[in-house]
């Protein structure tokens, strides 16, 4: 079975070879054999040219191969140099990328630093009176702080510019132009002198700096004329030393100074109450006077009499009381001293008149700022009923009042009761000189001619 399958095999084959030579047709089996044959010694001459053509072509590409790696050798001996340079680069490429992240976070952070310190400084900028003079710094700083790009040298050497320039203007006494409000609201350009970040004056009248609007403004109320004055000769002085008064808090002790109320107000603050006490404060300090500037005067006349004891005067009281016993004979020591008695009862009354008003003046301006006082806190508690606790300023008034009038009751009072005892001081020292006196004239009447 097998045998006749490579028949068939080789049947077919000699057909497939014999049509594509185009040979003769095989009738028999010889032929067949014989045809088997030759195409099997044509092959095998095919195959064996084939592998001759392989063998060449191997030991070609064999040689080729020994070609290529002799050249990539020399090749990698040429190029081992360049490895170690470009491993180095490489290495190098490597450490610079990290360097560079570092330095870009740290200049990210001195940005971000930067943008917020300039923003500070924004603010500060505004705050101070140099902006007044020098307004354009704030636009700039304002535009460093707002910027989102990375920091630049020629910035940050602005920013220390503008610092230097602030430090620098800061310790300058310095006169320039500027705007400035008067109290009518109407603006006008003129010379300002400016001492620092602390005051300025236009004509020795303070103005003050108001940060939100950049704007100096004179004050509606200006401090003692003595200050003022200091002003105006340091702004028309060429040299010399000169003593200023200068407000520390850049502006807000004169800000409280147009809050704080004069003596004026102070007196209308106290109402009806303080007024009275007021008057009758003015009344007793007059009276008071008058009363001492008698007393002193009568206390000068009876020494000047003293001196002159012959010849008594009627210009002062004793020598009225002397005149009234006149041609008394001395023998008549009882009357001598009834007249006497007589005559310094009715000097008495002059010599201490009034005293007793001042007294109760002194007693009553107390009491009459007691008054005020409790006026005053009805006054408060009214308001409190009324609108509550929520403003305190409906509340001051009544307050104002109650403290006013104690206040006045108390300066009323204190003067007024030194005066009293001055007063009383005086009176009763004159009155004990004539009691001397006529003491003396009944000792020498007693001791006879």
């Not at 088997?36 to 095919?46: C, D, G, L, Y």
């Not at 006008?188 to 002198?193: A, C, D, P, Q």
């Not at 005053?376 to 001051?396: E, N, R, V, Y």
């Not at 206040?407 to 009176?427: N, Q, T, Y």
Request: aromatic share 6%; glycine share 8%.
């Amino acid at each position: 079975m097998r045998r006749f399958l490579i028949l068939i095999f080789l049947c077919s084959a000699s057909v497939v070879s014999a049509q594509e030579q185009g040979t003769q047709q095989i009738d028999n089996l010889d032929q067949l054999l014989q045809s088997v044959r030759q195409e099997q010694e044509r092959q095998r001459s095919i195959n064996k040219q084939r592998e001759t053509a392989f063998l060449a072509d191997k030991r070609a590409q064999q040689r080729l191969l020994a070609e290529a790696q002799r050249e990539f050798e020399q090749q990698q001996k040429q190029n081992q140099p360049l490895l170690a340079v470009t491993d180095n680069n490489a290495r190098e490429i490597t450490r610079l990328e990290n360097e560079l992240e570092t330095v870009v976070e740290d200049i990210g952070d001195l940005s971000s630093t930067f943008r917020e310190f300039a923003g500070d400084f924004a603010a500060v900028f505004q705050e101070s009176m140099l902006s007044v003079q020098l307004g354009e710094r704030v636009a700039v700083v304002r535009e460093l702080a707002s910027t989102d790009t990375q920091v630049t040298i020629e910035e940050i050497q602005a920013l220390w510019l503008l610092l230097q320039e602030d430090m620098t203007e800061a310790g300058k006494l310095t006169q320039f132009e500027a705007p400035v409000i008067d109290t009518a609201g109407v603006t006008r350009t003129t010379s300002v002198l400016r001492l620092g970040v602390f005051n300025a004056w236009e004509q020795g009248d303070y103005l003050r700096y108001v940060p939100e609007t950049g704007e100096l403004l004179a004050l509606g109320r200006q401090p003692p004329a003595r200050y003022r004055d200091a002003a105006r000769a340091i702004a028309t002085a060429q040299d010399g030393v000169f003593t200023l008064a200068v407000d520390p808090t850049r502006g807000n002790l004169l800000g409280m100074l147009s809050f704080t109320p004069d003596l004026r107000e102070r007196i209308a603050q106290g109402g009806t109450i303080g007024l009275i006490i007021i008057a009758l404060g003015s009344l007793g300090m007059l009276l008071t006077a008058w009363r001492v500037a008698y007393l002193l005067l009568v206390s000068r006349r009876i020494r000047r009499q003293l001196a002159m004891a012959a010849s008594p005067s009627a210009d002062n009281p004793l020598g009225r009381v002397l005149k009234s016993v006149e041609g008394i004979p001395i023998d008549q020591e009882e009357l001598l001293q009834l007249k006497l008695d007589e005559a310094v009862l009715a000097e008495i009354p002059a010599l201490e008149r009034g005293n007793g008003l001042i007294k109760l003046l002194a007693a009553t301006s107390p009491l009459l700022g007691l008054l005020g006082t409790v006026t005053g806190m009805i006054l408060t508690f009214q308001a409190i009923s009324l609108f509550g606790t929520g403003d305190p300023k409906l509340m001051a008034g009544g307050i104002s009042q109650a403290l006013v009038t104690t206040v006045l009751g108390l300066v009323v009072a204190i003067p007024l009761l030194f005066g009293h005892s001055v007063v009383a001081f005086l009176s009763r020292a004159t009155v004990q000189r004539l009691d001397e006196q006529c003491a003396g004239v009944l000792a020498r009447s007693a001791e006879g001619p």
